[in-house]
């Protein structure tokens, strides 16, 4: 489960379907990745990363701290 990509997406006050169509994929296999029923691909974690300026370390919760390297 990756309950980050759904924490950041629900601060945004953004609904699945906003974030499926700015990643290019429909709305049911974006939600595979919030309830981890798929493992997202590194092209979609760097996108995910970029546009909510965290680390794909921290979106897949391996460290606690957001903000990406420089």
Do not use: V
Not at 14 to 36: C, F, N, R, V
Not at 56 to 63: A, F, K
């Amino acid at each position: 489960m990756y309950p980050r990509i759904r924490d950041l997406r629900e601060d945004k006050d953004m609904t699945q379907k906003e974030i499926a169509k700015y990643l290019g994929m429909s709305q049911t296999g974006y939600s595979k990745y919030e309830t981890g029923e798929n493992d997202i691909p590194t092209a979609i974690l760097i996108r995910l990363a970029r546009f909510y300026k965290t680390s794909i370390d921290y979106l897949l919760g391996e460290t606690d701290i957001p903000t990406r390297y420089k």
